[in-house]
Structures are given as structure tokens and as C-alpha cells.
């Protein structure tokens, strides 16, 4: 299984971005699916994530971010708006999935650096 994630880029402040992420490979189930980001010098942190029980946003881009996912195609997006200096970040994605031997795991995405700078 791999996750393949695309979109970051540079942005001036105010801008939007698209990121998307793609899972591939023997997933039977993906249950979870999200995006974290990870600024120098700072942990990775929750972004947004989507699951059978709806979506969850950190409360700094609450009303900004949106995440989305196309279930039939394994691809989960996060739509940023109104981007602000302190988004610059590289974004991970995530996925909580079964494969079809039937093993449960985490994978991550390789990561898709997003810098806000005017």
C-alpha cells in the first residue's frame, strides 16, 4: 500500500491551494483518512481528518480548510483557503485502512511542502 500525495507548493498570503493524496495497492477498507503537517522545529500536527464519523479540523483552519474524499477513487483532498504565512508546513497525509489480508495499519503519505511568503 502507498500513499502518494500532491499539490503543495508557494503561495502568497491569502492564496489557495489544493492538495490531494492517493491511496494504492491490496486496501480492502480505508476507515480514516487525513492530513497533518509538520513546520521546522514543531511536531507534527493534526490538520483535518475524515472518517464514518464525519470530519474533524484543527481549530486553526477551522472555516478556512476543507477536506474531502472520493471514496471510489481511494483520494482524499484537503482545499486550503485563505492561507496564512503560519500554514507553511510540509503536509502528510494519512490513512487508517485494512489491506486484504486483512492486517489493519497506518500508512503515511511522503509529504508535500506548502510555503505561504509573499
Known amino acids: 500500500v502507498q500513499l502518494q500525495a500532491s499539490g503543495g507548493g508557494l503561495v502568497q498570503p491569502g492564496g489557495s491551494l489544493r492538495l490531494s493524496c492517493v491511496a494504492s495497492?491490496?486496501?480492502?477498507?480505508?476507515?480514516?483518512m487525513g492530513w497533518y503537517r509538520q513546520a521546522p522545529g514543531n511536531q507534527r500536527e493534526l490538520v483535518a481528518v475524515?472518517?464514518?464519523?464525519?470530519?474533524n479540523y484543527a481549530d486553526s483552519v477551522k472555516g478556512r480548510f476543507t477536506i474531502s474524499r472520493d471514496k471510489p477513487k481511494n483520494t482524499v483532498y484537503l482545499q486550503m483557503n485563505s492561507l496564512k504565512t503560519e500554514d507553511t508546513a510540509v503536509y502528510y497525509c494519512?490513512?487508517?485502512?485494512?489491506?486484504?489480508?486483512?492486517?489493519?495499519?497506518?500508512?503515511w503519505g511522503q509529504g508535500t511542502l506548502v510555503t505561504v511568503s509573499s
Open positions: 494519512h490513512a487508517h485502512l485494512r489491506r486484504l489480508d486483512q492486517w489493519e495499519f497506518h500508512y
Open positions: 495497492g491490496s486496501i480492502h477498507t480505508i476507515y480514516v
Open positions: 475524515s472518517s464514518g464519523e464525519g470530519t
